[in-house]
């Protein structure tokens, strides 16, 4: 049976509002008196001043305080933006990674912007004006994937790549891509949650956005996938939910791990390692030789600047063989996205092979 919100003890508590689970009237009350804070009178009646007294009768003052009693925090209500502070990272003596560092920065920036965190979240059991759906996540991807194609032409080879081959190129880059930047994402949200002293529950659960969860286990997995895709018949969307979440469990066991450990290094090495990763693909399904002789270059420059940077910032000697294996268990979630794709669309080749490229 579905929990009853603590404050009001009347609806169902469907979701985490301000570091509390409760229902959502109950947080808008909790809102509005934050953002408009004048003096409640108490009702004095045992009719409405009780929990359990319908929503519209309820005394107001008696209701906010008990909001507070259980833990909601003003601060999460009044919290203002606050995109990326810190300059990208710049150095002449890095040039790859100074480019790049400079590209992710700004597309945090868009991200972060477009879902803050305010420590309210949202997940699979959330109610239908709540929940965040796998149609909505693809239409963020889309979103962000049209800015990445843009960020990709910043890029050095890329710059003098065409506007329409690049968002070919995109397409391949964007599985294993928003998977980092998703894991990335979840690994700064838990920090937050934790930093704050948000009464949250994280273990088993993954945050993509900064205010969206998913649940890790069979049961939130098809929660997800079946309220995303109503159409679709159960028997296709059992496979789908369990390949998403061998996706997430993957993402937890060698992607969380490695990026809070440092594994293979600071903020900075990981945005140099989304390059790489670029390249890599490129370099496995370009065609064109002159593009697989530019992929190559480019991967010998990367790796010459993680050695040196690994050497000079961190002390640290033979640290490449740590991004190599990274690479590898990475390049093994693509082939599970891929297949999510042959899920849902049978008939669809991707990826197809880039056979020809345009210059600029």
């Given at each position: 049976?579905?929990?009853?919100?603590?404050?009001?003890q009347f609806s169902i508590a469907e979701n985490y509002h301000y570091g509390v689970q409760s229902c959502k009237s109950c947080a808008m009350v909790f809102s509005r008196y934050v953002k408009n804070k004048r003096t409640l009178l108490c009702l004095e009646n045992p009719r409405f001043c009780n929990p359990g007294a319908g929503l519209r009768e309820s005394c107001r003052k008696c209701r906010v305080d008990r909001c507070y009693e259980a833990g909601m925090d003003e601060h999460l209500v009044t919290v203002p933006y606050r995109g990326p502070t810190e300059r990208p990272f710049q150095n002449d003596n890095f040039p790859l990674m100074s480019a790049i560092c400079a590209v992710i920065h700004d597309f945090q920036a868009a991200v972060e912007n477009r879902f803050p965190f305010t420590g309210n979240f949202r997940g699979p059991f959330s109610s239908g004006d709540e929940f965040y759906s796998f149609t909505e996540h693809a239409e963020y991807h889309r979103n962000h994937q049209s800015l990445?194609?843009?960020?990709?032409?910043?890029?050095?080879?890329?710059?003098k790549i065409s506007h329409v081959d690049r968002t070919v190129i995109s397409h391949y880059v964007r599985i294993?891509?928003?998977?980092?930047?998703?894991?990335?994402?979840?690994?700064?949200?838990?920090?937050?949650?934790?930093?704050?002293?948000?009464?949250?529950?994280?273990?088993?659960?993954?945050?993509?956005?900064?205010?969206?969860y998913e649940q890790l286990d069979m049961e939130g997995a098809m929660a997800y996938v079946t309220r995303s895709t109503p159409r679709l018949h159960r028997?296709?969307?059992?496979?789908?939910?369990?390949?998403?979440?061998?996706?997430?469990?993957?993402?937890?066991?060698?992607?969380?791990?490695?990026?809070?450990?440092?594994?293979?290094?600071?903020?900075?090495c990981f945005c140099l390692f989304l390059l790489l990763?670029?390249?890599?693909?490129?370099?496995?399904?370009?065609?064109?030789?002159?593009?697989?002789?530019?992929?190559?270059?480019?991967?010998?420059?990367?790796l010459r600047e993680f050695g040196k940077y690994y050497l000079e910032e961190w002390e640290l000697e033979g640290g490449l063989y740590r991004v190599e294996q990274f690479l590898a268990t990475v390049k093994a979630y693509q082939s599970?996205?891929?297949?999510?794709?042959h899920i849902v669309f049978p008939w669809l080749e991707f990826p197809p092979i880039i056979k020809y490229l345009r210059l600029s």
């Open positions: 049976m579905d929990p009853l919100c603590p404050i009001c990445l194609i843009e960020q990709l032409g910043q890029l050095p080879a890329f710059d294993p891509f928003f998977f980092l930047t998703n894991n990335w994402q979840s690994v700064k949200t838990l920090s937050k949650i934790r930093s704050n002293n948000i009464d949250f529950p994280t273990s088993n659960r993954y945050f993509p956005l900064p205010s969206v028997s296709t969307c059992e496979p789908i939910a369990r390949a998403l979440l061998e996706q997430r469990m993957l993402g937890q066991q060698h992607i969380h791990p490695a990026i809070e450990q440092k594994w293979i290094g600071d903020e900075n990763l670029i390249v890599e693909l490129m370099y496995d399904y370009c065609t064109p030789s002159f593009m697989k002789l530019q992929m190559f270059d480019l991967k010998t420059k990367i599970i996205g891929y297949g999510i794709i």
